[in-house]
């Protein structure tokens, strides 16, 4: 496991992978864990939930820093991601005894209820685009439920990795609760069918949700996925298009363009269309890009020279295809992993930034001829994860049905909530994440009779 800083490509640290002997005796050790933390008060469970936030808010600093080295996250967008961890932790100590509250049902029976009974250790494979937030939007309601987390993170985040085990130390979890294991792809498919994982969790790409899918079903175990995007972000013409392209803005290049619910195709209607290229190719060349810990920074690297490699060949096959670039479109020099924040237009149906998920600093503008041409298009992905939509507050709530996707938002952008369920559809995945529907995931939903 190596963490470079995409920054300035320098190795940051090297971890090894745990070895078999190594493996197994932390899956041991969340077995016993569970047997023992399913007994314990949901009240204690949130004790040490609340302890967690603080040590979250308090560990601010560091964890910013490490996000920023290991990813390339813009320190500010890292401190903010260390507080929705804190506020995730929060809001599930404070909210899951009600959320998995015995609920019962009126029948012939004398009694007649269900319960939420919590499922064991659940094997989470994480990504490095929110490297602490995608593990606490997981870890807080599934262990608040009473399973017990077993971490694979991404291989380029592995000190990501070590500080979130940490944290879950210093706030007085049991040994074995919460564990990280530093595991290649094959031993992540020997985890998953390992007799002592109950259930699976991916965030990642569809590639990936296919095969861990395809383990887990062989298994018969839960899983639930977490996949790619490619949002659309529908401008009507009677929107505040001022608003719509600040907001734009931030749907497309924040985590410098690498989150599966950024906004990606932003199909606009006729009559604003001009208008809106116009507005945001101002916006977006006044971003600006360079080393994430400088506070002034908007858009620092990409996570790693791959990545920048593939989004570079979408950008040239949608041009040459008939897209037409306004701003960026290529690579920086020198040192780091930076793409210039792009902007295509003219995108249609079978290029790759329409088709694909463009993973990156890259905006496809697409021209819709009205509303209903907009939402045919908006539904023309494979995609299911968000969509946005701008216009007038009462128009967009008559249109949200009409969109297929598993988070519909009108008049602001696509983003997780813990409060809100939050997961997509077709290669988006199924499942969902966060809220009641997300506690409820991972635990037995038991039916009682007693006649």
């Known amino acids: 496991m190596r963490a470079i ?83 995730a932790c929060d809001y599930f100590a404070e909210q899951a005894g009600a959320l998995l509250e015995t609920r019962h049902i009126d029948t012939e ?57 940490e944290l879950f130390d210093a706030a007085d979890f049991p040994t074995g609760t919460f564990q990280n294991l530093f595991i290649n792809e094959r031993k992540t498919e020997e985890v998953i069918r390992h007799s002592g994982v109950a259930a699976v969790t991916l965030t990642g790409s569809t590639g990936a949700g296919r ?21 659309p972000f529908v401008v009507l013409a009677d929107c505040d298009l001022e608003e719509v392209v600040e907001k734009a803005l931030v749907g497309r290049f924040q985590n410098n363009g690498q989150s599966c619910i950024a906004a990606k195709r932003f199909i606009v209607e006729e009559p604003v269309y001009e208008a809106f290229v116009t507005r945001f190719k ?23 020279k791959d990545l920048r ?40 149906p079978e290029m790759p930034a329409f088709d694909e998920e463009t993973f990156g600093p890259v905006a496809a503008v697409v021209r819709a001829r ?34 297929h996707a598993g988070f519909v938002a009108v008049n602001e952008i696509v983003k997780s909530d813990p409060r809100l369920p939050f997961g997509g559809i077709k290669d988006s995945g199924f499942g969902r994440e966060l809220a009641a529907e997300g506690i409820h995931e991972f635990t037995n939903v038991k039916t009682i009779y007693v006649a």
């Open 109 to 165: 029976a004398t009694d007649s209820y269900v319960t939420y009974a919590p499922l064991g250790p659940v094997l989470a494979i994480m990504p490095w685009n929110f490297p602490l937030w995608q593990v606490f939007r997981f870890a807080a309601p599934a262990m608040m439920a009473g399973n017990v987390a077993l971490l694979k993170h991404a291989p380029n985040t592995p000190g990501c990795a070590r500080d979130i085990v």
């Open 5 to 87: 800083n995409p920054a300035t490509e320098e190795l940051i640290a090297e971890y090894p992978h745990h070895t078999n002997d190594e493996i197994i005796a932390r899956l041991h050790r969340a077995h016993e864990a569970f047997e023992r933390w399913r007994l314990t008060p949901i009240v204690e469970r949130a004790r040490h939930f609340r302890l967690l936030a603080d040590e979250l808010r308090s560990g601010v600093s560091h964890l910013s820093r490490r996000m920023t080295d290991e990813m390339g996250k813009p320190i500010a967008q890292a401190r903010a991601e260390v507080e929705k961890c804190a506020w």
């Open 211 to 231: 095969q861990v899918a395809s383990i887990a079903g062989e298994s018969l175990k839960k899983c639930v996925l977490e996949l790619g995007g490619s949002d």
């Open 309 to 348: 490699d593939e989004l570079h060949k979408q950008v040239k096959r949608s041009i040459r295809q008939g897209a037409r670039c306004l701003v960026g479109g290529h690579p920086l020099e020198g040192k780091g992993f930076f793409y210039a924040p792009t902007l295509l237009v003219d995108v249609a």
């Open 282 to 304: 101002s916006a977006i060349e006044e971003l600006k890009v360079g080393d994430p810990h400088d506070e002034a920074v908007d858009v620092g690297p990409m996570a790693r």
């Open 370 to 403: 009205d509303v209903d041409d907009a939402i045919r298009l908006a539904n023309t992905s494979a995609y299911g994860l968000g969509a946005s939509l701008w216009t007038t507050r009462s128009r967009g709530q008559t249109l949200v049905s009409r969109f």
